[in-house]
């Protein structure tokens, strides 16, 4: 494609907005899951826009670095900001076919994040407390578990279209004739458990904890503030964001627009709201419903991923081929 | 002896059952090697340690308090200057190890030197005292030793090996709680070890008191820690009434009890929320917390103070509860049952949450009884101690409430035996509504002549809680100390730690919820 073409120029266009619609959103919708656990647990909800407001309030103070940090301890925040933007244009959000999408297969994906969670980890031990070791020990733990998981359901989605690239992935999903997809079921189930553990919800890790010995995610940006930590969370609530868009590609691709016609985006964008938000209600009860587990339990829930994964695997050359 | 202390028969016989309190009694002792003998003799015969405080001149004493299932005895030493002019006295720390924490204290605060105490560390003096404060007159200036090189590092016992890390928690830590610093040897996840450095709320109270007039002094026993206000002012108005011989009216004391129940259930409630909570359910968190709450505004609304703030006073209380405020009350007592139940059903059912509470922490029944430990805590691991049941005074024997115990320690034990306590409580609260005798507020009572010393022992919602004063001649508060059952049971915290997981240490520690203002006295 050149670049004059028109074609070209609206599928750029759409790029650009898929990306800061992603980037804007991601704050909405843990501003909703917020919402749904207070309404859920009879408390009075603060209203979506509330990370908005905290974010506002992070980027208006002043930056207070704990001594004897490195350069590497201020980088990390825009590390991980800026790959996790970049991961969001090789997902497609309203675009099945993003530009940069033959730049990146889902693997490459799963490495990118993989890096995030490595900056995050070294950005937490460059602070030399025990809480960022203890915390960034966790995370690697849990990521070191959750991963082969994510990758076998990679493969499981994969195994529809014989390509790992996420474009091709969605448009066999599309076009295929089968009202179910018994492995995709497992899959599912499977990527439920890993998206739980990657983004510390509950039950592996509690977000809203202010105990600093039982936490993982919140350990490792302890000594962040101002709007170092601003990005900070940025970045968690759009790598949450993410990981449901990739869950909605592959488990529920409906209505995704197959060509950038202005009524097919028009629907895309609210049947995307709608799952989007029944997505994050789910969350939300699961959060409310379940305790947090022990934390050498956690090997045995991302094994309980890993079976099923493999199950949805098997599944799809005993039934489906 | 120069100021007199209530007359004492010998050989226990002085624990004759009361009316108004638990029996209590005085031991004088002239001599170490008397003091010691019947320390070891009340250990052997069951006696629980429950602290141990000083008095300073002109009356150099050490009171130890030791709880018998038959009432309170509280041993009072006098102290003479040794060839060095220092006050020495035996340590009590070989024949109960929990006197450790507070002969250290007094050693910090007055200079008395507990002879045989193996550890030499300072206890509340975090290196900003020149000189002991309470060795020397009240309003003295005490100069900072800080120079500067800085205060030395406090010696925290340390465990070597491969792979041993250490994790220093607080004393200002991520959520707003009260300070203390916690440092854990760890291996991996697993919790080696853990030692607590408290003392960071200490704010004198023993010197606060001094000089007070009664109800100055009652007013600062509401405030020693905030969560049992009733408590610590009802074990301070016993002591008082004590020292100046006054039995209160039977409404008076029917109120008391029904105040102190209240208290325990707006804790218990809070606390199993807390725990929940801890272990990651936020919905348990928001049911409780909307639970406590409600408690809280009827407080209010017929006590006139959510946390019921100096509604105990010595002599009497400080309300009057009308038929129409007794009604309401036994309608919530009604809901609240209802809804607690529900609550524990959802708890008991939770299968992460049990996983959670069940073999985590366990203070095993051994350990408590060789520690002493009591109230929420002991009852959770075996120890069958209640003030309320088992004893003969009033109003408790007419509607003893039943003793609430578990066997196995851990956090699910505990949260078990809060349970049972907010039903005890609420059959108990409304027992004392329904036969609520006449209304009576306050009374006056007689203004001592000489020095007398009184002593008040109440079972607030942690445990026992402990008041002693001693009066100068027209209602001044000579001296005086409290005991927060937290002072004893924070020993135990670090006992149920070891074995666990790093990460499961906060959940252990609500399940304990120690007061650190009522520690750091």
Not at chain 2, 10 to 15: A, E, K, S, V
Not at chain 2, 160 to 185: C, N
Not at chain 2, 201 to 209: N, R
């Amino acid at each position: 494609m050149d670049v004059g073409d028109p074609l070209f120029r609206t599928e750029f266009a759409v790029d650009v907005v898929d990306l800061f619609l992603a980037i804007l959103t991601a704050p909405l919708l843990s501003g909703w899951i917020g919402t749904c656990r207070a309404v859920l647990s009879n408390r009075t909800p603060a209203g979506v826009f509330q990370p908005f407001w905290d974010l506002l309030r992070l980027f208006r103070k002043e930056v207070i670095l704990p001594e004897h940090t490195s350069f590497l301890f201020r980088a990390v925040p825009f590390g991980v900001f800026g790959i996790l933007s970049v991961s969001a244009l090789f997902i497609p959000l309203l675009n099945i076919r993003p530009l940069l999408g033959p730049v990146a297969d889902v693997v490459v994906l799963i490495g990118l994040f993989s890096l995030v969670r490595m900056l995050m980890a070294f950005g937490a031990m460059d602070a030399g407390t025990p809480f960022g070791d203890l915390g960034a020990r966790r995370e690697m733990m849990v990521g070191f578990l959750a991963e082969p998981a994510t990758l076998m359901i990679l493969f499981t989605v994969s195994l529809w279209s014989g390509s790992t690239s996420l474009s091709r992935i969605i448009q066999s999903l599309l076009s295929s004739s089968d009202p179910v997809h018994p492995s995709l079921m497992f899959a599912l189930m499977a990527y439920i458990l890993v998206f739980l553990a990657e983004n510390g919800r509950l039950p592996i890790d509690n977000p809203a904890t202010h105990l600093e010995l039982t936490m993982i995610h919140e350990a490792m940006i302890l000594e962040y503030s101002g709007p170092l930590l601003g990005m900070m969370e940025w970045s968690a609530h759009l790598k949450l964001f993410l990981y449901l868009l990739i869950g909605i590609d592959f488990f529920f691709p409906a209505g995704l627009p197959a060509e950038l016609s202005p009524p097919a985006v028009i629907l895309g964008i609210f049947l995307l709201i709608g799952k989007l938000m029944a997505a994050g209600t789910a969350l939300a009860i699961v959060e409310i419903l379940f305790a947090k587990l022990r934390i050498f339990r956690v090997p045995e829930f991302t094994a309980l991923a890993y079976l099923l994964a493999s199950i949805g695997f098997l599944i799809h050359f005993v039934l489906e081929v | 002896m120069d100021s007199s202390l209530p007359p004492v028969s010998p050989g226990g016989l002085c624990l004759i059952p009361l009316e108004e309190g638990i029996p209590r009694c005085f031991f004088p002792h002239e001599n170490s090697a008397t003091y010691l003998e019947h320390a070891a003799d009340l250990k052997s015969t069951g006696g629980r340690f429950l602290g141990l405080w000083a008095s300073a001149s002109p009356f150099p004493r050490i009171y130890s308090s030791v709880l018998l299932k038959e009432g309170l005895i509280l041993m009072v030493l006098s102290l003479g200057k040794d060839a060095a002019g220092d006050f020495v006295y035996p340590s009590l720390s070989r024949i109960f190890p929990s006197a450790s924490r507070f002969e250290r204290t007094v050693r910090d605060l007055f200079g008395f030197i507990p002879a045989g105490l193996e550890d030499q560390r300072p206890w509340v003096d975090h290196a900003h005292w020149s000189i002991p404060p309470l060795s020397v007159p009240p309003g003295t200036r005490i100069s900072s030793q800080t120079s500067s090189m800085g205060r030395p590092d406090y010696p925290f016992v340390r465990v070597k090996g491969p792979g041993i890390h250490e994790i220093p928690v607080g004393p200002v830590h991520a959520g707003i709680i009260e300070p203390g610093h916690f440092r854990f040897q760890v291996l991996g996840e697993k919790i080696l070890r853990v030692e607590e450095r408290l003392g960071y709320a200490h704010k004198g109270v023993d010197g606060l008191f001094r000089g007070r007039t009664i109800m100055e002094g009652a007013k600062l026993a509401a405030r020693i820690s905030g969560d049992s206000t009733v408590a610590h002012s009802l074990a301070f108005a016993q002591a008082v009434e004590q020292a100046l011989d006054f039995i209160p009216a039977a409404g008076v004391r029917f109120m008391r009890a029904f105040l102190l129940e209240r208290e325990r259930l707006m804790n218990h409630l809070g606390d199993l929320g807390a725990i929940g909570n801890d272990a990651g359910l936020a919905f348990a968190l928001s049911q409780f917390g909307r639970l406590k709450e409600e408690l809280l505004r009827k407080n209010h609304l017929h006590f006139g103070s959510r946390y019921l703030f100096d509604l105990v006073r010595p002599g009497g209380i400080a309300i009057f509860l009308g038929d129409p405020a007794i009604r309401d009350l036994l309608t919530e007592i009604a809901r609240l049952l209802e809804e607690v139940l529900e609550l524990q059903r959802i708890y008991d059912d939770h299968g992460g949450l049990q996983d959670r509470f069940q073999n985590t922490g366990i203070l095993s029944p051994e350990i408590a009884t060789r520690m002493g430990i009591g109230g929420v805590v002991g009852r959770a691991s075996a120890q069958a101690w209640d003030l309320r049941s088992g004893h003969r005074c009033d109003p408790y024997h007419r509607f003893p409430p039943a003793l609430a115990l578990a066997h196995t320690g851990d956090v699910a034990a505990r949260v078990r035996v809060r349970f049972l306590e907010i039903q005890e409580s609420l059959f108990l609260s409304r027992a004392l509504l329904e036969h609520f005798p006449e209304n009576v507020i306050k009374e006056e009572f007689p203004i001592n002549p000489d020095i007398t010393e009184g002593i008040g022992i109440i079972e607030g919602f942690r445990g026992e809680t402990v008041s002693w004063v001693r009066l100068s001649p027209g209602g001044i508060i000579q001296a005086a100390h409290h005991l927060d059952p937290s002072a004893i049971l924070w020993p135990a915290l670090e006992m149920a730690v070891p074995g666990n997981l790093v990460a499961d240490f906060p959940l252990i520690n609500k399940s304990f919820n120690l007061s650190y203002s009522g520690n750091d006295l």
